[in-house]
């Protein structure tokens, strides 16, 4: 039976690179054994785990978990290989990756929020991109910014007569995915060409990133590029985000209101993770946007890491969730996010 998808609220944030942080239990007053969780995994959602160290290694550091933004594949990866103690990314596993991990899975969604569209054409304010001109850019088959495909977006706008420059991530990445997913239900064209990928195949020579910030870095120096980025990252370094045409025909940026309408209709899963098809074409709303998770064992070999993990993913899914609002990423629904715990503390040994 699907879980019923409630508003997701989102959360804003601040930069992130690898991250060592502290997390609390959240359980006042009760003597809690020290531990320590190591994690990696995907840099979208890195702003905000890097938010919840600071406040929580304030308010209980006994549990200390270490955490490395390198990109949801890595974080796969390493989870597969048992060599980290939780892994992060922003597309959930597979089923053929699921069935790799000797000792099993239990998902874990944190949070939501809009991939943006930045770009740095010189003279250009207001981008919009409607859902026939944004896949054609990224396929390569416009190739310059006063191609009459964007003039058409944009009326009145100054276009440099540049050539564009794409921007993408060098490593495997879930935002890659939520990109490439989002596209791929925009235009048949870019699903056959390219489709959605931790680590796509893209036409040309594009500029790479490592991580959102990479990306986010080229743009910013790069006249003519445009990419795609964590909004946070991109509000955060003050890049310019176009408005982009969604399946109403509205153009809409990337605010933390048009990431809770986009989600609003989500559905998740018995098993927490959700249908990528449906989630790359919302009905209204910002039409790029997507979840992260991180993905916890079912059995640890090591005394007290089992109760580590679970005082630590109750804490992400109660008093973290908090934190979202602020960071302009969206909430997990309160219902999700207890049949989670729930099931955490009993299938978590």
Known sequence: ??????TLKRVVATSAVAATVTLGAGLTGIAQQAA???GAGATFPEPLYQRWASELRKANPPLQVNYQGIGSGGGVRQFIAGSVDFGASDNAMTDEEVKKVKNGVVFVPTAGGPVAVVYNAPGVTDLRLSRKVL????AGQVKNWNDP???ADNPGAKLPNQPIRLAVRADSSGTSFIFTNALSAMSPYFKGRIGPNRAPSWAGSPLKGKGNPGVAQIVQRTPGSIGYV???FARQNKIPMAQVQNSQGEFVAPTQEAANQALETVKFNPDFRVNQASLGNPTS???ITGLTWIMVYRNYEQPGKADAVKRMVKWMLTDGQKINDQLDYTRIP???ASQVVQTVNSEVK
């Open 334 to 336: 309160s219902s999700v």
């Open 135 to 138: 896949p054609q850019i990224f």
């Open 230 to 232: 964590e909004a946070a």
């Open 1 to 6: 039976m699907l879980l019923s998808g409630i």
């Open 36 to 38: 320590t969780l190591n």
């Open 149 to 151: 495909a964007i003039a």
């Open 285 to 287: 709303g910002y039409p």
